[in-house]
């Protein structure tokens, strides 16, 4: 303060300028549980953010019309350019999904619509996985193995596995279905070494139930499925990529899977698993004739 003896605050100019307020004018940020329901104006809050806020909390309470119709006017006034634009599509399409009457022909357009706008190994995780689902309402089983057979390439998860056996009996080989729980029960038990917490809980009633599942059935059937089924499965890619961390799963460099290389996939899982696919030749020359990813 020496080297600026004759220096002095004008308050009333600070004020001024920074917009002070005295403390009966202060009104705090509401964030309250529901804060995001009500229709006053939250300054500090991007409208998009808030919109998002809202559908999410209605699909919560399984009012899915309600939280689609909020998400296309997210898609309709802000989705329309980068990541975001993925973003949107993509929570219209799962709001969608969650409407049982919702009609199937709309939701094919739908994911018609999303998938020119995926742009990086996560979306592309994501769309496969809305494939599954999309193709399971339909029925267009070549397409839903073919989405699951893609899902295990990017993550051999259980959860995939245990999906394939939806697939009509009529479709299945004497061994997929038994084959597929298997691959499941074993990749439980794999997880389960590297889990921890809650996490840890969730795999254990996982792989009990998976396990019961097989009890049921003969024990050398089981014993030829876990041998069978005990391989890895191809990845999805000819470097590193699809081993990353998933905090690293928005990478785009070399990470998408092209044609060549989800034929290259199928050819592979059919090569490895010819067990399990035993008697499904029709249905592994519809998915290998698919011409789209």
Known sequence: MECFPDFELDEVEQKEKLGWITPGEYKAED?????????EQHALIDKRELLSQRASYLNRLGRHEKALEIHE?????????????????DACLSSALMISSYPTTSILTMLDSLRPTVTNYGDQLQYFTLCSKVYYRSGDWPLFLRSLIFLTSYLDMADHWEEMTKIPKELQGPNFSIGCLAKACLLLQF???????????????DEERTRKILAEMERDKVVTARREMDKSVVKGSANDDLA?????????E??????P???SILDSFFANYSWLLEGMQSLW?????????
């Not at 006017?73 to 599509?89: A, L, P, T, V, W």
């Not at 997880?191 to 009633?205: D, I």
């Not at 020359?285 to 990813?293: G, H, K, S």
């Open 191 to 205: 997880q389960l070494g590297m889990s921890r917490g809650f996490v840890t809980r969730k795999l254990k009633r």
């Open 73 to 89: 006017r997210i898609k309709r006034d802000y989705g329309h350019k980068g990541g975001f634009r993925f973003m949107s599509e």
């Open 261 to 263: 290389s989800s034929l």
């Open 31 to 39: 964030n309250c549980d529901g804060w995001f329901m009500r229709d």
């Open 244 to 252: 990353r961390p998933a905090h690293l799963c928005r990478w785009t």
């Open 254 to 259: 070399g990470s998408l899977l092209t044609m």
């Open 285 to 293: 020359m519809q998915m290998r004739a698919i011409d789209r990813l």
